[in-house]
Antibody, heavy 121, light 108 residues
Framework: EVQLLESGGGLIQPGGSLRLSCAAS????????MSWVRQAPGKGLEWVST????????YYADSVKGRLTISRDSSKNTVYLKMNSLRAEDTAIYYC??????????????WGRGTLVTVSA | DIQMTQSPSSLSASVGDRVTISCRAS??????LNWYQQEPGKAPKLLIH???TLQSGVPSRFSGGGSGTDFTLTISSLQPEDFATYYC??????????FGPGARVDIK
């Protein structure tokens, strides 16, 4: 079964750091770019970051640039999101998603269940 | 940056109704437009890509249309499991993406 399982969320104080993990199974992880998408409580979806198949290219939303870092370990079939200098506005469910690319479209075709990050004193 | 808007932001409908949700991009995105469904408490699910191509396994009562800046998602006959929030997403500026604010479909 194709699956993504996030972990690492929790309650963290403003200014703190956290590392989220997303373990992939059921597909060839090293063949896909991976992304993180977040959703603040009661709000819509916000794309956060994407990492290329090789891991050599990374992309970020302006709202997180310089504070969040995406990485991947193909030996562990895992993608990470290191979060530094956390702010209250980073409070959200963080979803991991597989990016499927074809010649005519990019999609987030597989999603994990999400992990909740709460930034509060 | 490309901004996405959706209308209505919410609607109430009955089982069996035909429902149409609109999505508008602030500039031409050709057909680089996806639709996702999110049921309460669950992760989003891909419904339609490339504006009108149904994702494998998605019921045929869902359809998408449009190109350029104006797009629609139509549910031909609303089913109980369709009460959810629907998001459009532009992928024209890949690898940077933008979601619309969402459109919630409630039971009347």
């Amino acid at each position: 079964e194709v699956q993504l399982l996030e972990s690492g969320g929790g309650l963290i104080q403003p200014g703190g750091s956290l590392r989220l993990s997303c373990a992939a199974s059921g597909f060839t992880f090293s063949s896909y770019a991976m992304s993180w998408v977040r959703q603040a409580p009661g709000k819509g979806l916000e794309w956060v970051s994407t990492i290329s198949v090789s891991g050599n290219s990374t992309y970020y939303a302006d709202s997180v640039k310089g504070r969040l870092t995406i990485s991947r370990d193909s030996s562990k079939n895992t993608v990470y999101l290191k979060m530094n200098s956390l702010r209250a506005e980073d409070t959200a469910i963080y979803y991991c998603a597989r990016k499927y690319s074809s010649s005519w479209s990019d999609t987030f075709d597989i999603w994990g269940r999400g992990t909740l990050v709460t930034v509060s004193a | 940056d490309i901004q996405m808007t959706q209308s209505p932001s919410s609607l109430s409908a009955s089982v069996g109704d035909r429902v149409t949700i609109s999505c508008r991009a602030s500039q031409n995105i050709n057909r680089y437009l996806n639709w996702y469904q999110q049921e309460p408490g669950k992760a989003p699910k891909l419904l339609i890509h490339s504006a009108s191509t149904l994702q494998s396994g998605v019921p045929s009562r869902f359809s998408g249309g449009g190109s350029g800046t104006d797009f629609t998602l139509t549910i031909s006959s609303l089913q109980p499991e369709d009460f959810a929030t629907y998001y459009c997403q532009q992928t024209f500026t890949t690898p940077v993406f933008t979601f619309g604010p969402g459109a919630r479909v409630d039971i009347k």
